[in-house]
């Protein structure tokens, strides 16, 4: 009985894991090989930028409809504890004034919780940064812009479509970011912009 | 022997129908993102949007606690689906993590949402966040960077006029948490909570002192079939109000408790304050927040579903909602270009009625459960392509981690970045020093990675600790050295491909661009993210 007992356990965890192998695992593979090709395809597509409305820092009321009607938009998702968006944001500082002369409207969207909410505006405005600093603190535009890893980073046109997307930072990212937006204001472009624009 | 045979076929038919219905759950998704795939150029026309993003990761490694002889493997997949029609969304998201480990339960599971949103009105039923003010009330919330996922199920409300917002809330909580490598669902419960918020900014003044002010208030009830007194609801009530004042703003947020007394019966009643004020100028930043509470938490013994927040940089919470007093002090200052630093002073400890007030906030006497952190940044950039970054942290931890009574940590740190244009380099060294009442130690680490923008970074880093304690070794087993190789790799702009093989210690991980919470791992990790 007692040898019955081993050999059931024994088949209920062979069974078991050969299940879990031979059934989820080609289908999980599946999956992710077909959202990897259909995600490689979507990218040739310009898909239409959701609607949002945000608070501010100040609490002001921000909508991407009315940011579209000055120019395009650049936004970065960051938060306090992350150092790469920081840096990112940081980095991108030097080129604040020309990307408003080009009519680039800039958003730097906190994805901080509501216990560090108080040190959002702060550190904002201690770094400089002249960018609309907007609360995020239920994710709601993280969801709505499908954003998997901080920092991540969008450009707009003023078409509402989304031009451009760029998981991640390392230093020497924002001039990829500073060619797009010379590209989408079709100023200072070096080289071929054509197919930079539409990525 | 018959019967042997029954219970295999029992057992078989249990387990096929288990899988069966995974299969079946998982072959629907992928026929839905073929649809959608085939459907989505005549879609696109009729103003069908169609994004998602999808994070796969897949563990290869060695549990020294289970056996060191066989490697195992994880595999997690997250992906995201929306659809957007006109006014109209509908979201979907499917998780699955397999552990190859049978003593892990594997978790699935398939989260939805569909939305109505067109001003005035928003109308919600599925999965949703929810924090109500700072989160004395409720603080349902989605942490996808620390693996910790506390949402609600229902239906959720949100109408929108004369410079105001009312939100009505019903749901089922579900706080699903990743610790000591696996998830587990903390709350498997029938309780379900029911809410309103109303946030109002009518008294608003358009004036040349630059004076404005917000108020809210809400009501949080939570229905719970084990409670002795049913009767006695539990629930939660509060209100805040915002005052700026140019650069100058102030919160204070306060709520209270009328609940059922856990096991006993009863009434159980609670309050909490929180207070933060800020001054915010160009080149310098000062915030400082207070928090005070009492058997203000909302939930079971090992979740909540308010979460009070903590004034302290790490986040951790002595004693989630039972009795926590504590402030934060944070100074930011740019005062040249080239040069910014960062001051902070963070404490959080228990209630003491020997002690007053003042000592309560400030000192952390040997019988109190407490954390104190202090920190000091300074980040300069000598020259335009180079930055140099230093400080020290420095915390006290009483009572928090059994079974050690008092843990100090003191770590200095030191990074340097060179730009070149067409590469990067980058290079760090930490040192953290840990004394504790059993025994001391030392963890020494070095970095160094080189990266192309736009393209990989390439990351080596080796930490090594002098001597283990005993009563870490039960925690994290006797690893004394972990040396760890990892490749970023940008496939493209949206997909994103990361390759770690080594060990590592665990704790906050900033590589390859991306910050992460990372559990103590020996093996090869490699991650696929994409967005679409």
């Known amino acids: ?199 | 022997m018959k019967s042997t045979q029954m219970i295999i076929d029992k057992f078989q038919i249990s387990n096929f129908k288990k899988e069966g219905s995974l299969k079946v759950r998982v072959g629907t998704l992928v026929i839905f993102i073929l649809l959608i795939s085939i459907t989505s150029p005549s879609s696109f026309a009729q103003d069908l949007r169609i994004t998602g993003s999808n994070r796969a990761e897949y563990w290869l490694f060695v549990d020294s606690r289970l056996d060191s002889a066989n490697y195992k493997d994880h595999i997690t997949e997250k992906l995201k689906l929306s659809l957007d029609y006109k006014d109209i969304t509908l979201r979907g998201i499917f998780f699955f993590w397999d552990p190859s480990l049978h003593s892990l339960d594997k978790l699935y599971y398939i989260d939805y949402a569909a939305q109505y949103k067109k001003d005035p009105v928003n109308i919600m039923y599925g999965r949703y966040y929810m924090t109500f003010g700072r989160g004395l009330c409720l603080n349902q919330f989605l942490d996808e960077d620390f693996n910790n996922d506390n949402s609600l199920y229902g239906l959720k409300a949100e109408l929108n006029g004369f410079k105001s917002q009312l939100t009505l809330i019903t749901g089922k909580p579900r706080n699903i948490f990743f610790e000591e490598l696996q998830y587990t669902i903390k709350n498997d419960t029938t309780d379900k909570v029911r809410g309103a918020n109303l946030e109002t900014r009518i008294l608003n003044f358009n004036n040349p002192w630059g004076l404005n002010t917000s108020i809210g208030g809400r009501y949080v009830r939570i229905h719970k079939t084990n409670d002795l007194t049913p009767k006695a609801f539990t629930e939660l009530f509060g209100g805040n109000i915002n005052l700026k004042l140019g650069p100058w703003e102030n919160y204070f947020e306060y709520a209270q408790h009328l609940g059922t007394i856990p096991k006993v019966g009863g009434r159980l009643k609670g309050d909490g304050y929180l207070f933060t004020t800020g001054l915010s100028l160009s080149g310098f930043g000062i915030s400082l927040q207070y928090i005070d509470y009492k058997d203000l938490g909302f939930g079971g013994a090992e979740y909540r579903y308010n979460e009070p927040p903590t004034p302290i940089k790490s986040g951790i919470s002595v004693n989630r909602g039972v009795d926590e007093v504590g402030y934060g002090v944070a100074i930011v200052a740019s005062p040249f270009d080239f040069l910014s630093v960062e001051i902070d002073n963070n404490k959080v400890s228990t209630h003491n009625k020997n002690l007053s007030r003042f000592e309560e906030l400030f000192y952390l006497k040997e019988n109190m459960g407490g954390v104190l952190e202090q920190g000091a940044k300074a980040i300069t950039h000598p020259t335009e392509l180079s930055e140099i970054s230093f400080g020290v942290d420095h915390i006290i931890k009483q009572k928090i981690e059994l079974p050690v009574q008092k843990k100090t940590e003191t770590k200095p740190y030191l990074e340097l970045q060179y730009d070149f244009g067409t590469f990067f380099v980058e290079a760090g060294l930490e040192q953290t020093m840990v004394t504790s009442d059993t025994s001391d130690y030392t963890d020494r680490a070095a970095s160094i990675s080189i990266g192309k923008p736009e393209r990989f970074v390439l990351t080596l880093r080796a930490e090594k600790r002098d001597r283990v304690p005993t009563w870490l070794i039960e925690k994290l087993g006797e690893e004394t050295f972990w040396p760890m190789l990892e490749l970023s790799l940008d496939l493209t702009t949206r997909h994103n491909l990361r390759l770690r093989i080594g060990g590592e210690k665990g704790g906050l991980v900033c590589s390859g661009g991306v910050c992460r919470f990372e559990e103590p791992f020996r093996g090869v990790k490699a991650v696929l993210t994409s967005i679409f």
């Open chain 1, 1 to 199: 009985m007692k040898q019955d007992n081993r050999s059931i356990t024994s088949f209920a965890v062979s069974s078991r894991k050969r299940n879990r192998d031979l059934q989820y695992r080609p289908w999980i593979a599946l999956c992710i090989l077909f959202v990897f090709v259909f995600a490689h395809a979507q990218e040739k597509e310009l898909p239409n930028a959701p609607d949002f409305t945000l608070q501010d820092v100040d609490g002001n009321t921000v909508c991407l409809d009315s940011l579209l009607k000055k120019g395009p938009v650049f936004m970065s998702f960051w938060a306090l504890w992350c150092k790469m968006c920081i840096k990112e944001l940081d980095a991108l500082k030097p080129y604040y004034d020309e990307f408003d002369s080009l009519g680039l409207q800039m958003l730097a969207i906190s994805q901080d919780k509501a216990r560090a909410v108080p040190k959002v505006k702060p550190f904002a405005l201690s770094h400089k940064w002249k960018y609309v600093v907007v609360l995020d603190p239920d994710n709601i535009m993280r969801d709505l812009y499908n954003v998997q890893a901080m920092p991540t980073s969008f450009i707009i046109n003023q078409e509402k479509k989304i031009v451009f997307v760029h998981q991640g930072y390392k230093p020497g990212d924002e001039e990829i970011i500073v060619e797009k937006v010379r590209c989408l204001a079709g100023k200072n472009c070096k080289g071929d912009c054509k197919g930079k624009c539409h990525e």
